[in-house]
């Protein structure tokens, strides 16, 4: 597609449950970013990628936390023992290149119930 | 540390009015400055962007943001606002090279017919 999608776009799980989610970025887009939005919130640094590797990952909040982009394209957001604070949408974005503009998919909501 | 802060939580403008959305920011070194759009169920989209050089930037659908280094602020303005324009804005603050953002917590502009 032309843009960075995400999916799914809604996920509901149960609090302790392992959650996936998924980043199609644009495509030949080196540099990906996952951001997480609470509500009322603006947006959250997590993890940036430059490739497959992680260029930065300060933004994870704990070790439950892990994102994977093992091919330099698609990207992963894993999420394990999922807490209730975890609600939240998760926004990815790409970019061609590390200081060009990125753009952002629309986001998964995740609600940890 | 970098911050963010957008001092006004919700804004309501007539359509035709002007309108002025504010943003402050903290940061060591010379910022890069964004100003995003969130439409509800969309992502978020670039509006503008300073890097360097005038501190009148124009964007799309009619915005422009001036850069004052002496008030560390970088407001978003439009003359005329359209219903259209109904949504939620965030400023951010970014390092070179990079698209990890500091975002504030946004700004929702609610615009009467």
């Known amino acids: 597609g032309a843009g960075v999608s995400q999916t799914p776009s809604n996920k509901v799980t149960e609090k302790g449950k392992y959650v996936e989610l998924r980043c199609d970025p644009i495509?030949?887009?080196?540099?990906l970013y996952w951001y997480r939005q609470s509500l009322g919130q603006g947006p959250e640094f997590l993890i940036y990628f430059q490739g497959t590797g992680a260029a930065d990952d300060s933004g994870l909040p704990n070790d439950r936390f892990f994102a994977v982009r093992p091919e330099g394209s698609v990207s992963t957001l894993k999420i394990q023992r999922t807490e209730r604070g975890d609600s939240a949408v998760y926004l990815c974005a790409s970019s061609l290149t590390s200081n060009t503009e990125a753009f952002f998919g629309q986001g998964t909501r995740l609600t940890v119930v | 540390a970098q911050s963010v802060t957008q001092p006004d939580i919700h804004i309501t403008v007539s359509e035709g009015a002007s309108l002025e959305l504010r943003c402050n920011y903290s940061?060591?070194?010379?910022?890069?400055l964004f100003w995003y759009v969130q439409s509800p169920g969309q992502g978020l989209q670039l509006l503008l962007k300073y890097f360097s050089g005038d501190t009148l930037v124009q964007g799309i659908k009619g915005f422009e943001a001036e850069f004052k280094r002496s008030q560390s602020s970088f407001n978003l303005r439009k003359p005329s606002v359209h219903w259209s324009d109904a949504a939620e804005y965030f400023c951010a603050v970014g390092t070179s090279g990079t698209y990890k953002y500091i975002f504030g917590t946004g700004t929702r502009l609610k615009v009467l017919a």
């Open positions: 495509s030949g887009h080196t540099a």
């Open positions: 940061y060591g070194a010379t910022p890069y």
